[in-house]
């Protein structure tokens, strides 16, 4: 099986926004559906936020795992300003505050903000194919660190960036909603590249 990794493309959004609200562990969903207009899918929400030119969340600053031909996974990851101002911190849903708290811990690093294999391209290496290209993209951008956010209760994650070197620095606790999975903490786990 060969993986290539690729830029995204902004007509890739559809499909991009279901990976990212897969690896945001239905917070994205959550988000936009508070965005939505009356009778707006909230999914269209996303790949309309997925499609913009700027900031973090955005197609520009993400890639694709392909594996023969087909979408099998995607990571979206960034530097983190430094330094990390986080403003009014009640201004901010609920629910992403620890997210903020604690990437406010890791400022100037490589971001990994979301990464998502496909279910059908699971536990054949695209994961792991991802998190190695993350570091390449740290590494050219002169960042001295990698950084990501993880539920604790999400073992398969953890198990998985542990190997890979990462160590945790903070947690907060997970704040939910309605239908989520998760609770206990987040963790923010950071590796050094040096």
Known sequence: MEIEIRPALAQEAGPLAALMNMAGEGIPLYLWTRMAEPGQDPMEVGAGRVRRDEGGFSYRNTFVAEVDEAMGGMLLSYRLDDPYEVGALEEYPEVVRPLVEL???APGSWYINAVAVSPDF??????TALMN?????????????ISLIVAD????????YQKLG???RGSRPVVGFPGFAHAGNWSLLVKSMD
């Open 122 to 127: 699971r536990r054949r290496g695209v994961g």
């Open 133 to 145: 290209y993350a570091e390449e993209l740290a590494r050219d951008a002169g960042t001295t660190e």
């Open 166 to 168: 990462y160590r945790q």
């Open 153 to 160: 209760e999400n073992g398969g994650a953890v198990d998985l």
């Open 103 to 105: 990437e406010a811990m």
